[in-house]
C-alpha cells in the first residue's frame, strides 16, 4: 500500500496514454512543485482518478465523488507559465484501486491510499483461455493436449486484435465522415494503429481512451485487468457505436484528436 497524490479529472486516463494538461489552480500548482522538488531519479507522478457525472468534488465527501480505480499519471514534461502555472505532459503508467482518501489542509490537494492493480496477461493465457478453450471445445485436460489448446488461445487473440482494430478504424472513419473532418482523421488513426500493432494490451487502451465513450464505459475498460476481456468489451462497444452513427447519423460529442484525453483542471 502506498499513499499518493491525485488529480481527478472528469475521464479516466490509461496506461501508455499522453495527458497533456494545464495547471493553473494553486492546489495543483503545489503538487507539480513538489514534484519537481522530488530527488533525482524519484518517481515524479500523481493519480488521475474520473469524477462521477454529476458530482463535484468540493461539494460531497470525495470518497463518493471519484471512481475508485485510477491510473498514475508519469510527469514527462512541465513548461512553467508567466502567471505561475504550468503546462505539462503526462504519460498513463500504473492502475490503481483507491483504499483510502487522505484529505487535509498540508499538503492542499487530495492524497489517497492505494493498491496496485497488476495486468493478468500471463495467468489469463496459461489457465483461463486454456480453460475456457478446454470446456467449449469438450476436451479433456490431458497435459498432451495443453500446446494445442495454448496455440489455440494465441490464434483466438491475434484474431480478436483484428477485429478490435478493423472496428476502430470503421468507426474512426464514420465519426470523421460525420463530422467533415476525414482527411485529416484517416492518416492519424493509421499511424496509432501501426504504433501499436502486435501488442494487443497497447490496442486495448488506445481504443478506450480515443473512442467517444461514455465515462462509464471507460471506467469499466480501466477496471478490467486481463486484454482478451477488454478487448472482447471494445468489440461489442464498437458495434453498438457503429449501429448508432450508422442509423441517427450523429456523434455523442464534438471530434477530439484520437491520440488521447485532453484536459484542464
Do not use: K
Not at 500548482?29 to 522538488?37: A, C, M, P, Q, T
Not at 491510473?71 to 502567471?83: G, I, M, W, Y
Not at 497488476?118 to 486454456?130: I, L, S, T
Amino acid at each position: 500500500m502506498d499513499v499518493i497524490p491525485l488529480f481527478p479529472l472528469g475521464t479516466p486516463l490509461f496506461p501508455g496514454v499522453v495527458l497533456p494538461l494545464q495547471v493553473f489552480e494553486p492546489r495543483y500548482r503545489r503538487l507539480v512543485r513538489d514534484l519537481l522538488e522530488l530527488p533525482e531519479g524519484a518517481a515524479r507522478c500523481f493519480g488521475v482518478v474520473a469524477i462521477r457525472q454529476g458530482w463535484e468534488v468540493e461539494d460531497v465527501a470525495p470518497a463518493e465523488a471519484l471512481y475508485d480505480v485510477g491510473c498514475t499519471a508519469r510527469l514527462q514534461t512541465v513548461r512553467p507559465q508567466p502567471d505561475g502555472g504550468f503546462r505539462i505532459v503526462t504519460v498513463g503508467g500504473d492502475r490503481f484501486r483507491l483504499l483510502d482518501l487522505v484529505v487535509g489542509e498540508e499538503p492542499p490537494y487530495l492524497q489517497a491510499e492505494v493498491e496496485w492493480l497488476a495486468e493478468e496477461e500471463a495467468a489469463e493465457e496459461a489457465a483461463g483461455d486454456q480453460e475456457g478453450l478446454t470446456a467449449a471445445g469438450g476436451w479433456p485436460a490431458d497435459p498432451r493436449h495443453e500446446d494445442l489448446v495454448s496455440a489455440v488461445a494465441r490464434g483466438s487473440m491475434d484474431v480478436l486484435v483484428r477485429g478490435v482494430g478493423a472496428l476502430f478504424g470503421r468507426y474512426v472513419t464514420a465519426v470523421a465522415t460525420l463530422t467533415g473532418d476525414v482527411d485529416g482523421e484517416e492518416p492519424d488513426t493509421a499511424d496509432l494503429l501501426d504504433a501499436v500493432s502486435g501488442e494487443p494490451r497497447a490496442l486495448s487502451y488506445l481504443v478506450a481512451s480515443a473512442a467517444l465513450l461514455t465515462t462509464e464505459d471507460r471506467q469499466e475498460l480501466l477496471a478490467e485487468s486481463a486484454t482478451r476481456r477488454r478487448l472482447q468489451t471494445e468489440s461489442r462497444l464498437l458495434r453498438r457505436e457503429l449501429t448508432l452513427l450508422e442509423t441517427i447519423g450523429a456523434v455523442p460529442a464534438p471530434l477530439q484528436r484520437f491520440t488521447g484525453p485532453r484536459s484542464v483542471n
